[in-house]
Each structure stands twice: as C-alpha cells, then as structure tokens.
C-alpha cells in the first residue's frame, strides 16, 4: 500500500480544540483556527505578540491569578523540558468588542514542551480546553449545588496554587543556602600556580544542584598539580555536604598518593562510610610539568580531554571505573598515563555539560571536542566561557555544570 504524505500544517489547523505555538519567551509563533475563534482574537492580533501583552490580568480584580498561574506553569516547561498540565483556571479576557470590559472564561490548559537536537525547549504546544459555556449553562439552570461544588473546586484549586507557591519559595531558599555553602568549599584556581579556569553553573529550574564539584591542588613531589571534578547524586544542603566531604577527602589522599588511582581508592573507602555518597563519580589527573605527562583514573566520570597545540583532541578513557561506592569490597583501580607538549590545554567537566535528554552521549562529546578544537588557541578564561556558551541550552541546562580548563 503506497504511504499519503500526510499535511500536518492542515491538521494542526483543523484539531477541534484550541491549541497555540509560543516560543521560549511565550510570543505566539502560530495558533490553529479553533484558538482564534475561541479566543475573539485574530491572528493578526496574536501572532509574534507577546502573550500576556494580548492576555494580560484584569487591572480592575487586583486577585485575578490566572495569567500569574499561566506564567508560571509556561516558564516551569521552558525550564524543565517536561509537560505542565494546569487545574482548571479562571481568566478575565477583555472583550474584543467592547474595550475595557472583561469577561470571565474557565480554561483548562496543557502545556507541552517541543524539544530540539540538543534537548532545549524550542516551543511549547498550549492546548486550550474551553469549559466558559458549561459553567454559564450551570448557572442559567439555576443548579446551586454545582455552583456551590464549582466554588469549592475553585478555592480548593488556589489553595493548593498557594501551597505550591510557598513550597516553592522554601526550595528556592534551600537551594540558594547550597550554593552558597558549595561555593564557600570549593577552590580558586589561583590556589595553584598554573594558567587555569574554573567555572560552576547550578541546574536552572530544578532542586537537584550543589553535587558537582572540582578541585586543583599543588602535589608535593616535584613540579606537579592535581584536577579532579566529581558529581554527587541528590540535591539541596546534603548534596552539598557529601560534596564538601568527598572533595576534601580526595584533596588530602592526592598529596600523598602515588598515583590518581590510589587517591580514588582511598576516597571510594571513605565513600563507602557516607551517606549520600552513593553512585558518586570522579575523574583525577596528576600533572607532571617536568616530564610532560598526565597520569589518571576515573570512577565512573565523563573522560578529561586534552586538546594539543595541533588541534589533536584526545579523550582520556583508557582508565575508566565504576563509581567511587559502587563496589561492596574495595579493588584497585586502573590508571593510566598520556604525555603532552606546552600549550596544550586539559579540561575537565561534569555530565550537565555534554548529557541531554533523549540524546546519546558521544553526541555532546563530539560537541566539545569540536568547540575544544575550534578555540583552542583562546586563554582558558575565554575558552571556558565560550565553551559554556556553546554547549549549554539558551536557558540554561537542567543538570549543574561544572568546567575547569588548565593551559599546560
């Protein structure tokens, strides 16, 4: 049977129920002709328009909601990249007929993420279930018991929007007393005497930050530096805790372990004994500036990269392990060793850089490996900046981030 190429503009525009296109900063990129009827407005009037300039609250009820709740369920989508499904909602719409004259209508809406290649969200599908004349036919009936139920389902739904606003503000607060507390525990690159960058980025939108973490450290023997990166499963103040705990942990086995791998066994013993800790990754290079090699081992963590002077980029996954409390007894880990020539540049990251949904991984690898290459001859301030600016999603990633570049 031969396939019909199938006109979905010609569906989009036939579904029977009201359904727009907005972007990321809610401007309507297109609505179907159910949403034009059922909203008075035509798409003159909507289309590359900001949608709560079209739809703005009713200045005249200072506790009309239903654009604040709308917002905030569009800007939860645009940030988590999932689907927000809203309770029913009372909105006050100017009429088109008569300016200055507002009418309440009850929306049910859905909104749905549309993602692109790299995971971000590039438009929000807003479906539109117009419940207006049922409730205006309830009331023309005379039916007090379902008025009396459609007032008590209204209160109960801003009770429990009440609710999710406060819960809201009391994560928000947690997770800006993590950062705080994470960023007092980690490192400044000029703690090592080296041409270096460190860069952190929270996850946007979300509660699970303060697991990622770095570390650089001057080695006692000989002219040598320590770079580690790791990620702690879980979020909020006990994120940050078992961070802070395993990153000192594996600063102090560093100075005076042989070898990256060995720091990682003393620190995955020391896992073993902290709650929080499990599934807990990290990768550790020991420098070596007089013999021009980088030694390493990874506990389950994204591989370094080295980028050479020629523009070569080389992985380091040739010692890769798995997470530092996934084992039940402690066996040595692999390392293994590369050499490099001055001016070439280690970078080291955690997962929320190069991981997006529905996407394979050596995807976001190929990415880097070719931003890496490309501005390989910036200074690491620059190149880490530009290397964030053009792996991140636009509204920021909904993982932490975390990036430490080192010119050798």
Request: net charge negative; aromatic share 6%.
């Amino acid at each position: 049977m031969k396939r019909t190429a199938i006109d979905y503009a010609a569906v989009y525009q036939a579904l029977p129920g009201m359904v727009a296109l907005l972007t990321p900063d809610l401007v309507y990129a297109d609505v179907n002709e159910a949403f034009v009827h059922g909203t008075g407005r035509s798409r003159e009037e909507l289309l590359g328009r900001y949608l709560f300039d079209v739809f703005p609250d009713n200045p005249n009820d200072p506790d009309s909601s239903g654009a604040h709740n709308l917002r905030a369920s569009l800007l939860r989508v645009v940030a988590t990249g999932e689907r927000d499904t809203m309770a029913l909602q009372r909105y006050d719409v100017e009429s088109p007929e008569r300016p200055g004259e507002w009418e309440a209508r009850f929306w049910s809406p859905v909104n749905t993420p549309v993602l692109g290649s790299d995971g971000s969200v590039v438009l929000i599908v807003h479906r539109v279930e117009e419940v207006t004349e049922l409730m205006r036919a309830r009331d023309r009936a005379g039916v007090d018991q379902s008025r009396v139920l459609e007032a008590e389902l209204y209160t109960r739904a801003r009770e429990l929007q009440e609710l999710n606003n406060r819960l809201r503000q009391a994560h928000a607060r947690e997770r800006q007393v993590a950062l705080a507390l994470q960023r007092s525990m980690l490192p400044a690159p000029r703690q090592v005497g080296h041409l270096a960058a460190v860069r952190y980025r929270p996850a946007v939108g979300a509660l699970n930050v303060c697991g990622d973490w770095y570390d650089l450290v001057d080695l006692v023997r000989g002219h040598r530096i320590g770079v580690s990166v790791g990620d702690v499963v879980g979020h909020g103040l006990e994120a940050a805790g078992v961070m802070g705990q395993l990153r000192s942990a594996l600063t102090a086995a560093s100075r005076v372990a042989a070898g990256p791998a060995e720091a990682l066994d003393v620190v995955a013993r020391y896992a073993h004994v902290v709650d929080g800790a499990e599934s807990a990754t990290a990768v550790t290079t020991f420098v070596d500036f007089d013999r021009h090699t980088i030694d390493y081992s990874s506990a389950g963590h994204p591989p370094p990269v080295l980028v050479h002077p020629d523009g070569r980029v080389e992985f380091l996954d040739r010692a890769t392990d798995p997470p530092l409390d996934a084992r039940p007894e402690p066996a040595r880990r692999p390392e293994a060793s590369t050499t490099f020539t001055p001016g070439a540049t280690l970078v080291l990251y955690t997962d929320g850089l190069v991981e997006r949904r529905r996407e394979d991984i050596d995807t976001g690898l190929l990415r880097l490996a070719e931003s890496l290459r490309r501005h390989r001859t910036r200074d690491p301030e620059s190149l880490a900046d530009i290397v964030l600016r053009e792996l991140l999603p636009p509204g920021g990633a909904t993982d932490d981030t975390a990036l430490v570049v080192v010119r050798l």
